[in-house]
C-alpha cells in the first residue's frame, strides 16, 4: 500500500494508498491519467464514486500524474491500481515468487552491497525450505534500468547515428564556408591592405558561421515538432514512455548551445583559414592558385574523405539492421499466425469460483464460436506466445535421478484446451493430442515439445514416460506422455525456444486458461463482432479485451528491432545524401577552379572521355580513402551493434560488399555530374577568360 509514498509521487486528484488500504475487504482504487480523461472525461469529481472490477465494487481514492508509467505487464495506458490484500494462508505460502518488490535503498549503501545482503538472504531461505526456494535468487536492479534498460543500447545507437549525420552536415557546411572563403579572396586581401587586422575578419567569419548554425537548428527545430508527432506513430507500444517525448526548455536549451558550439568549431577553421591569405598572391590577377585555394583544397578533400568514411559506417550499421531483420521475419515461430484471431477473457473469481463453473463457461462459448460462419476452429489456452514471460517449473522424470540443488533445468509449462494444437498450426510430431475426455477425474497427461524430450529421453520414444512438477519425492502425481510437438517460441522472438510442456486446463486445481484463439477462413478481424457476442451470449458482462491477430502479435515481437532499423535507416539515407552533395559540391568547385586547365587540355587534344575520367577518378581517390578509412572503423565500431542483430555477425561480409557497392555507385554518379560539365567547356572561351 505504500508503493507510491516509497516512489515519492504524489496523486493528482485525491489520495494515494494507506496502509490500512491493504487488509482484505477494502476496495479501494486509482486510476490512471488516460483512463480518468477516456473514461470520466476529466471529471474532478470521480473522487469517491463506485466502479466495478471483476464484480465487485471499489471506490475511486485517486487520480495519478500523467507522468506515472509503472512497469506491469502489458503495454496499456489505461491503468487503475488496487492494494493487495493477502488473506492469513497467502501471507504463509512459501510457493508464491510472482511479486516484484521495489525498494528504496539507504544512503550510502552501492548496488553492489544491497546485491550481496540479497544473496545471502536468498541462500539461507534456501537452506531452511529447500522445498520452496531451491534455485530461487534475488537480482537487485535499478528501477530506472528496469523501465529503459531494454531499450536503451537501441537509444545510444541512434545517438550516434544523429552524431555522425551532425559531423557530416558540418562537414557539408564547412565546405561552403570554405568555398566562400576561396571566391572572398580578393576582397579579403584587399581589405588586410587597408588595415583591416586578421583577428577582426576571423571574428567576422566566425560570426557568419554561428549564425548560419542557429538559423540551421532553428530551422530543425521546427522539423523536430513535426517529426515527433510521425515519430510517435511508428514507436512500438512496448517501448516505455516514448508517448511522453515532446520538445521541453531542456531541448531548446540544449539545441542552441548544440548550434552554438558547432557553429564555432566547425566554422573556425574556414575562418582562420580565409583570414590568413597571403596578400601578394591574392592580389596578383589570376592568382587562383593563391596559398589559400591550394590549402582550402586540401582541407576540403579532407572533409569529404571524413564524410565518407563516416556515412560508410551508418550504411553498415543500417545494413547489418536490415539483414538482421530479414532473418527475423523469415524465422519460424513454431505456428502459422496466419488467419488468428485471439482475445483475451479474464474470468472473475466471484462469479466463477471453481474450476466446474468455469469449464462450463468456456464450453459453451467454444461451442458458439465454433457455430460462426468463417470459423474453422476455436481454441482455449492459458497465454498467447509473446504476450506473457511465461511460467516455468522444474520437473522430476521416473527413472532419472533428481539433479542436484541449483541444476534443476527450467521448463516453461502452458495450461491449453482440445484443438490448441491444431487451431495454432503447431505440428504434432508424435502421440496425440488433449481431448475432452481428459478430465480432473481421468488419467493426469502432458504434452511435451521436442526439446523436453530430446533432453529428458535422448533417442527414444518419450510417450508413455512420466514427469512430475517438482521432486521425485514431491506428493504432486505424476503425468504420462501423451504427445510430442514442434518446438515454439513462447517469449522471445530471438531467443531459442526453451523446453516446454502443456497441461490440459481441465485436469488443474485452479483453471489457468483466459485466452480464446479462433482460426478463420476469412480475414480474422472480421469476426471480431460475432465472436464478441458469442461471448456476451453466455455471459453479458463478461470483459473481452485485447483483440488481435496472431500475425499482430508476432509483428509486435519483432517490433523494436523493426523501429532500431528505420531509424537507423533513415539517418543512414540522410548520411548517404549529404555525403553525395558534399561529394557532388566538391568536385563542382574543382571544375569551376580547373576551367582553365580543361581548355588547355581540350586545345592540346584531350578527348572529352579523358576529361571526364579524369575528374571522376578524383572523386574516386577521394571515396577510396573514405571507404578504406570507415571499413577499418566499422570493423570495430559495429560490435556494439550485436546485441541488436539476429541470425547474422557485426561484420557479415555479405552486408559490407553490398554497402560498399552502393556507396561506390553514389560516389561515381555524384562525381559524375560535375565531370559531364566539364566536358562541355569550350577551350576558347576557357582560355579567353584567363
Not at 530551422?219 to 520538445?247: D, E, H, M, N
Not at 601578394?280 to 576540403?300: F, V
Amino acid at each position: 500500500a505504500n508503493l507510491f509514498d516509497l516512489l515519492g509521487v504524489p496523486a493528482l486528484l485525491g489520495r494515494t494508498f494507506v496502509p490500512d488500504d491493504d487488509r482484505p475487504g477494502t476496495h479501494v482504487v486509482l486510476l490512471s491519467y488516460s483512463l480518468w480523461q477516456r473514461r470520466f472525461g476529466s471529471d474532478s469529481n470521480v473522487i469517491g464514486r463506485a466502479i466495478t472490477l471483476n464484480g465487485e465494487s471499489y471506490n475511486v481514492i485517486g487520480v495519478m500524474p500523467r507522468s506515472v508509467h509503472l512497469p506491469a505487464y502489458g503495454n496499456w495506458n489505461d491503468k487503475v491500481w488496487v492494494p493487495i490484500a493477502f488473506t492469513n494462508e497467502e501471507t504463509t505460502e512459501r510457493g508464491n515468487h510472482f511479486l516484484d518488490v521495489i525498494a528504496r535503498i539507504k544512503p550510502g549503501i552501492t548496488l553492489k552491497q544491497a546485491q550481496a545482503e540479497m544473496e545471502t538472504i536468498a541462500a539461507r531461505l534456501a537452506k531452511e525450505y529447500p522445498r520452496y526456494n531451491t534455485r530461487i535468487g534475488a537480482t537487485v536492479t535499478p528501477l530506472h534500468e528496469e523501465v529503459v534498460g531494454d531499450i536503451k543500447p537501441a537509444l545510444l545507437i541512434l545517438l550516434g547515428a544523429v552524431g555522425f549525420v551532425l559531423l557530416i552536415a558540418c562537414a557539408n557546411v564547412a565546405n561552403l564556408l570554405l568555398a566562400r572563403a576561396a571566391v572572398r579572396e580578393k576582397e579579403i586581401a584587399l581589405r588586410l591592405a587597408l588595415g583591416a587586422s586578421r583577428s577582426r575578419l576571423t571574428r567576422q567569419f566566425l560570426t557568419e558561421s554561428v549564425l548560419l548554425a542557429l538559423l540551421g537548428g532553428g530551422f530543425g527545430l521546427l522539423l523536430a515538432l513535426a517529426g515527433i508527432r510521425v515519430l510517435k506513430t511508428f514507436i512500438p507500444v512496448t517501448i516505455s514512455q516514448t508517448q511522453t517525448i515532446s520538445i521541453d526548455g531542456k531541448v531548446l536549451v540544449f539545441t542552441a548551445l548544440l548550434a552554438l558550439l558547432t557553429g564555432i568549431v566547425f566554422g573556425l577553421a574556414p575562418a582562420m583559414h580565409a583570414s590568413h591569405s597571403n596578400l601578394n598572391d591574392s592580389l596578383k590577377e589570376g592568382g587562383r592558385d593563391s596559398a589559400i585555394g591550394k590549402k582550402g583544397n586540401r582541407l576540403r578533400d579532407l572533409l569529404v574523405v571524413g564524410e565518407i568514411a563516416v556515412s560508410f559506417i551508418l550504411l553498415i550499421g543500417a545494413g547489418l539492421l536490415i539483414n538482421s531483420f530479414l532473418h527475423l521475419r523469415n524465422l519460424d515461430p513454431g505456428f502459422r499466425a496466419d488467419h488468428l484471431l485471439t482475445m483475451k477473457v479474464d474470468l472473475s473469481e466471484l462469479r466463477y469460483p471453481d474450476g466446474e463453473r468455469r469449464s462450463v463457461f468456456f464450453d459453451e462459448v467454444l461451442f458458439r464460436i465454433r457455430a460462426l460462419p468463417g470459423v474453422q476452429s476455436v481454441a482455449v489456452a492459458g497465454n498467447l506466445p509473446f504476450t506473457y514471460n511465461g511460467d516455468s517449473m522444474s520437473i522430476a522424470v521416473e527413472g532419472i535421478p533428481d539433479p542436484p540443488p541449483g541444476q534443476w533445468p527450467d521448463v516453461i509449462y502452458r495450461a491449453i484446451g482440445p484443438g490448441y494444437f491444431s487451431t495454432m498450426g503447431i505440428p504434432m510430431i508424435r502421440g496425440r493430442d488433449f481431448t475432452d475426455q481428459d478430465k480432473a477425474d481421468s488419467k493426469n497427461v502432458v504434452v511435451i515439445s521436442e526439446k523436453t524430450a530430446q533432453h529428458y529421453w535422448p533417442g527414444k520414444d518419450p510417450i508413455g514416460k512420466r514427469l512430475k512438477p517438482g521432486a521425485t519425492t514431491s506428493d504432486v502425481p505424476w503425468r504420462e506422455v501423451i504427445g510430442v510437438v514442434k518446438d515454439v517460441r513462447q517469449n522471445d522472438f530471438i531467443a531459442q525456444p526453451k523446453m516446454q510442456m502443456y497441461f490440459t486446463y481441465r485436469q488443474l486445481k485452479d483453471l489457468a486458461a483466459n485466452a480464446l484463439i479462433v482460426r478463420t477462413s476469412v480475414e480474422p478481424m472480421s469476426l471480431a463482432t460475432s465472436t464478441r457476442d458469442a461471448i456476451w451470449a453466455v455471459d453479458k458482462d463478461q470483459p473481452v479485451a485485447n483483440v488481435d491477430t496472431m500475425d499482430h502479435i508476432v509483428s509486435e515481437a519483432i517490433a523494436r528491432q523493426r523501429f532500431s532499423m528505420l531509424l537507423l535507416g533513415i539517418f543512414a539515407a540522410l548520411a548517404l545524401i549529404l555525403a553525395a552533395v558534399g561529394i557532388y559540391g566538391v568536385m563542382s568547385y574543382s571544375v569551376a577552379q580547373r576551367i582553365h586547365e580543361i581548355g588547355i587540355r581540350m586545345a592540346l587534344g584531350a578527348r572529352r572521355t579523358d576529361v571526364l575520367k579524369m575528374i571522376v577518378n578524383q572523386g574516386l581517390k577521394l571515396v577510396s580513402i573514405g571507404m578504406m578509412l570507415g571499413l577499418a572503423a566499422a570493423f570495430l565500431l559495429t560490435r556494439v551493434l550485436q546485441s541488436l542483430l539476429f541470425g547474422i555477425s557485426a561484420t557479415d561480409p555479405v552486408t559490407f560488399f553490398g554497402i560498399s557497392l552502393v556507396l561506390l555507385a553514389v560516389a561515381i554518379l555524384a562525381s559524375y555530374l560535375p565531370a559531364l560539365r566539364a566536358t562541355k567547356v569550350d577551350p576558347i572561351i576557357a582560355l579567353r577568360a584567363q
